[in-house]
């Protein structure tokens, strides 16, 4: 009797639990490939990790894509039982004492970062694309939320802090919806545009352009009634 598991994709086409395509010196994409489900563990933080820091100090680094390699899930939630955990690779350190850390330097980095979002992003994983720049999203398949709220818990990594920027007024609201999932949809100005069919490249690609060819403040400009 087999014992082998299925996966929703070809798993021999990515490289685990996340890895670098270079497309040029000028724009990196980020794919996550953790199956079954896209955990965000200790071992994602750390290539996540060691990419921010390149970020910050490559010169002719200029655009970052996130994507996911799962065509259900861009990243599921946190890996709560490897919270603690610090593998021996490079880039590894404890997810509670430095993730604020993290994604500000993300955030602040001089590299225009894009969330491709295409499934559930859920958890740490809305909060990381809520830290990124721009936000696409497929109307087929994404789904944001905030589960914790359900089980009468604060978001602890950055809803509170990215939201109201993007959002307005509306943030609080936008929180309560997603203690279930939220899909997507422009005007919560969340997202820079939500696309079908997927996937989306053309359109993910001119921002890319966009900032690879000029300024990458102007890529930047918010949909919404302010930034992160």
Not at 144 to 154: A, R, S, T, Y
Not at 190 to 200: A, K
Request: some cysteine; aromatic content about 8%.
């Amino acid at each position: 009797m087999s014992t082998a598991t299925t996966h929703r994709y070809d798993t021999s086409r990515y490289r685990a639990p996340a890895g670098l395509t270079e497309h040029s010196p000028a724009l990196l994409r980020f794919t996550i490939a953790n199956p079954p489900v896209n955990l965000f563990d200790p071992d994602v933080y750390a290539g996540l990790r060691r990419l921010v820091d390149r970020m910050q100090a490559d010169p002719e680094l200029r655009v970052v894509i996130f994507d996911s390699a799962d065509p259900d899930y861009f990243i599921s939630h946190l890996d709560v039982a490897r919270l603690s955990d610090v593998p021996d690779r490079p880039g590894a350190a404890r997810l509670s004492d430095t993730w604020h850390d993290t994604v500000t330097r993300l955030a602040r980095a001089p590299v225009l970062s894009i969330a491709s979002i295409r499934g559930r992003s859920r958890g740490i994983g809305n909060e990381f694309s809520l830290a990124c720049d721009l936000r696409f999203a497929s109307r087929e398949r994404a789904l944001m939320g905030q589960p914790e709220i359900g089980f009468g818990l604060v978001p602890r990594g950055g809803a509170f802090d990215w939201l109201p920027g993007l959002v307005g007024p509306e943030a609080g609201e936008w929180l309560q919806q997603a203690t279930l999932a939220v899909r997507a949809r422009v005007p919560l100005h969340v997202l820079r545009d939500v696309i079908q069919p997927w996937p989306p490249f053309s359109l993910i690609y001119a921002d890319a352009l966009k900032a690879l060819q000029g300024s990458i403040a102007a890529a930047r400009q918010p949909a919404g009634p302010g930034s992160p």
